[in-house]
């Protein structure tokens, strides 16, 4: 997989954060929503606790666009 350019990243990450994550939230929700109608509602705790890996779940495959996107561009001459 090619690497992206530092710009490139920092594009796809505002996109994500805006477009992306926005839309993860209302699926995320649904789920849950399906989970407690399928199960006749879910203990909280079991609720939290899917809600808490739901949040770190989205994370996982886009940590490459993220990846330094809070530093200074490292191709950018002084």
Do not use: H
Not at 29 to 36: A, E, I, S
Not at 53 to 77: H, I, Q, S, T, Y
């Amino acid at each position: 997989m090619p690497k992206l350019s530092y710009k490139a990243r920092r594009r796809w990450s505002l996109v994500v954060l805006l477009i992306g994550l926005p839309i993860y939230i209302v699926v995320a929700v649904n789920f849950t929503d399906w989970l407690r109608a399928r199960y006749e509602g879910l203990p909280v705790l079991v609720e939290l606790l899917v809600f808490v890996a739901l949040g770190f779940l989205w994370m996982l495959p886009l940590r490459f666009v993220f990846l330094g996107v809070g530093k200074a561009d490292p191709d950018e001459e002084e």
